[in-house]
C-alpha cells in the first residue's frame, strides 16, 4: 500500500507567478484535502476534495484552487503568488469525508518560497 | 481567534520521565479530538484520538485526557523516548470534515 506521495518537495517562485502542486492519494481513498503550514503555525485547511468536487473550503481565497482527478490524485493551484503564500503545503487522504473513523493520513509536502 | 490553543512551544524533557503536552480550546461543541505527530522534512501522522464522550483513551505509551468542563485536553506520554522528539499537534474535526489545528508543542526527549 503507497502512502501520500506530493512532488515537488521544493519550489521557488516569484511574486505574481502561479504555481500548481501535485499529489497522489493514498491507494483507496477518496478523499483529498490541502493544508497550508505556515513557519510557527499549525497545518490550516484550505479545501477538501470528493468524488472530484469541492467538499469545503477553508479561509482562503479564490486565487488558491483545486482538483481531483478520477484516479484520486490532486493539484493545488496558487495564482498571483504573494510573499504570504511561502509556506509548507500539505496534501492529505482519507477514505471517506469526516474524521471520526478515518484519520487523515498525510504527504511529506511541498516547501513553496515566494521571493 | 484561535479554537485550539497550545500555550507552550516547546517542551524538554529527560528520557525516561513523563512528557505532558496540554491543548485548551474554545468550542464546547467540539466532538472528536485527535493528536498528530510531526518530525521535520515529513507530514504529520495520527497518534491518537478521543471522543468527547470519553474522558481518556489509552494506546501503549500514549494517552489523551479530556476535561470538557475545563475545556482542556491532554497528552501523556510515559515514559518518554529521544525518538519521541518531534512537534506535536492538538485539533478537533470541523465541520467540513477538515481538521483544525494548533500551532503545535515541540517536544524534546533528552537522552
Known amino acids: 500500500e503507497t502512502g501520500v506521495t506530493q512532488s515537488p518537495t521544493h519550489l521557488i517562485k516569484t511574486r505574481g507567478q502561479q504555481v500548481t502542486l501535485r499529489c497522489s492519494s493514498q491507494?483507496?481513498?477518496?478523499?483529498v484535502s490541502w493544508y497550508q503550514q505556515a513557519l510557527g503555525q499549525g497545518p490550516q485547511f484550505i479545501f477538501q476534495?470528493?468524488?472530484?468536487?469541492?467538499?469545503g473550503r477553508g479561509n482562503f481565497p479564490p486565487r488558491f484552487s483545486g482538483l481531483q482527478f478520477p484516479n484520486y490524485s490532486s493539484e493545488l493551484n496558487v495564482n498571483a503568488l504573494e510573499l504570504d503564500d511561502s509556506a509548507l503545503y500539505l496534501c492529505?487522504?482519507?477514505?471517506?469525508?469526516?474524521?471520526?473513523?478515518?484519520?487523515?493520513?498525510f504527504g511529506n509536502g511541498t516547501r513553496l518560497t515566494v521571493t | 481567534d484561535q479554537q485550539v490553543k497550545q500555550n507552550s512551544p516547546s517542551l524538554s524533557v529527560q528520557e525516561g520521565r513523563i512528557s505532558i503536552l496540554n491543548c485548551d480550546y474554545t468550542?464546547?461543541?467540539?466532538?472528536?479530538f485527535l493528536w498528530y505527530k510531526k518530525y521535520p522534512a515529513e507530514g504529520p501522522t495520527f497518534l491518537i484520538s478521543?471522543?468527547?464522550?470519553?474522558d481518556k483513551n489509552e494506546d501503549g505509551r500514549f494517552t489523551v485526557f479530556l476535561n470538557k468542563s475545563a475545556k482542556h485536553l491532554s497528552l501523556h506520554i510515559v515514559p518518554s523516548q529521544p525518538g519521541d522528539s518531534a512537534v506535536y499537534f492538538c485539533?478537533?474535526?470541523?465541520?467540513?470534515?477538515?481538521?483544525?489545528f494548533g500551532k503545535g508543542t515541540k517536544l524534546s526527549v533528552k537522552p
Open positions: 485539533g478537533y474535526g470541523g465541520s467540513q470534515g477538515n481538521l483544525i
Open positions: 476534495y470528493y468524488r472530484e468536487e469541492e467538499n
Open positions: 491507494s483507496g481513498h477518496n478523499t
Open positions: 492529505a487522504s482519507s477514505p471517506r469525508t469526516g474524521y471520526n473513523n478515518s484519520p487523515l493520513h
Open positions: 478521543i471522543s468527547s464522550i470519553k
Open positions: 468550542n464546547s461543541m467540539f466532538d472528536y
